[in-house]
Structure formats: structure tokens, C-alpha cells
């Protein structure tokens, strides 16, 4: 299973995201669980399983595939959650 985290240039929020992402799946304890960050633009439904965006580009995402929005990209305990629902919907957990 594959995150992608994703900002609007693929350098700051989305590695950040990305950074907390590997520390979830660390917590959580997922097996086979890869994770990485880019830019929106350089994405396709084919990049990853589960694609994760901040609020404001919930409408750049549409057509992606399974798609996370966070209110907050700095809310762990929302981030957790959304991690642990994403990985148990493609059946890793």
C-alpha cells in the first residue's frame, strides 16, 4: 500500500505530511506500507493507493482515486485516524 502525500509544489507540506505519515504507520505497527510526497501536478491515479491533501486543494485532487482530506496537516490525532481508516479500507492493519 502507497501514500501520497501532496501540496501545491511537492517541498514543504507535503514532505512534512509525508514525515508524519511514516511515523503513524511506525505507531500503528503496518507492514508493506510505503510512503512518499509530491507535487499535485505530478500525480496520477496510478501513484499511489491513497492520496493526501490539505483542505484548500481538496478540489486540484478530484478524479485521484481514494483520497484523504485534512482539515489540518498539522493534527496528528487526526492524521492518525485517517491512517488507520485508509489502511484498514485497502485491507492492511
Known amino acids: 500500500m502507497k ?7 511537492g517541498l514543504g507540506s ?7 505519515i ?3 504507520v511506525r505507531e500503528l505497527g ?8 509530491s507535487d499535485i501536478s505530478s500525480a496520477g491515479p496510478d501513484s499511489a493507493d ?3 491533501v490539505a483542505k484548500d486543494l481538496e478540489d486540484a485532487v478530484q478524479g485521484l482515486g481514494d483520497v ?3 482539515n489540518s496537516i498539522i493534527d496528528m490525532d487526526e492524521l ?3 491512517v488507520k481508516e485508509a489502511a484498514a479500507r485497502h485491507g492492511v492493519a
Open 3 to 9: 501514500f501520497l502525500a501532496m501540496c501545491s509544489t
Open 14 to 20: 507535503s514532505f512534512m505530511v509525508r514525515m508524519n
Open 22 to 24: 511514516e511515523t503513524v
Open 30 to 37: 503496518l507492514q508493506d506500507v510505503t510512503v512518499e510526497h
Open 50 to 52: 491513497v492520496f493526501v
Open 68 to 70: 484523504v482530506v485534512l
Open 80 to 82: 492518525r485516524g485517517a
